[in-house]
């Protein structure tokens, strides 16, 4: 069992490119999350997706879009990325029925950096 | 708003004892969570509390306080290996996690 990848693990990019972060678990989690993480500022969250099908805005969801088609995949858009994008992204997931199964399992990050 | 503060940085000797205090301010509260991460590493997961009381879980041990919006980690018999950022966070009434900016342990020999 895997749990939960991410790829790339890291990546240069171009001001201005689009960039796709993908993140696959194979745990059957209903819950789906990503998180930025700054030197700092701890972890803050991009999106979520609550179950397939839906997803929604977390702290700092600007110039990113994320898509849930199924439940295993939960990639991350940047339609058109910038230096302040820099940093190390995470992919979490979770059971999510409430209590101790909100425990999120973390993938093992990609870090990007935009020149 | 809602907060989280915890120690930036913490030092600690070999095989001592440390505790990392986290005071939450959240709208809600439906469990608090401690988590490691070593560095250049994704957070793993140490303990989950939401009942007042200390959960103890080997050399880690955590504590919560409801009323007070008070819990900490306790690190017994501490290794060279604990050295990692400790990273509080609070289930809120949405049950949305929400971080602290973590604690930066140093275990010194």
């Known amino acids: 069992i895997a749990g939960i990848t991410q790829a790339p693990t890291s990546q240069i990019l171009a001001a201005g490119r689009r960039m796709t972060l993908r993140c696959t678990q194979d745990?059957?989690?209903?819950?789906m999350y990503w998180y930025r993480q700054d030197l700092g500022l701890g972890l803050r969250l991009i999106h979520y997706?609550?179950?397939?099908?839906?997803?929604g805005k977390g702290e700092v969801p600007d110039g990113y879009s994320v898509s849930r088609a199924n439940t295993d995949d939960f990639p991350l858009t940047l339609a058109s990325a910038v230096p302040s994008q820099t940093s190390v992204y995470f992919c979490?997931?979770?059971?999510?029925?409430?209590?101790?199964?909100?425990?999120?399992?973390f993938g093992p990050g990609t870090r990007l950096t935009v020149l | 708003g809602q907060n989280i503060d915890q120690p930036t940085e913490m030092t600690a000797t070999e095989g001592a004892i440390v505790q990392i205090n986290c005071t939450y301010q959240t709208s809600g509260f439906n469990g608090l969570f401690w988590y490691q991460q070593h560095a250049g590493e994704a957070p793993t997961f140490l303990s989950y509390n939401v009942l007042d009381g200390l959960e103890e879980k080997g050399r880690f041990s955590s504590f919560l306080s409801r009323s007070k919006g008070y819990s900490y980690l306790l690190l017994k018999e501490l290794q060279m290996k604990d050295s990692a950022s400790y990273l509080c966070?609070?289930?809120?009434?949405?049950?949305?996690?929400?971080w602290g900016a973590g604690t930066k342990l140093i275990i010194k020999p």
């Open positions: 966070a609070v289930l809120d009434s949405n049950y949305q996690l929400i």
């Open positions: 745990m059957r989690h209903n819950a």
């Open positions: 997706s609550n179950t397939a099908g839906t997803t």
């Open positions: 979490a997931s979770s059971d999510s029925t409430g209590g101790s199964t909100d425990t999120q399992y």
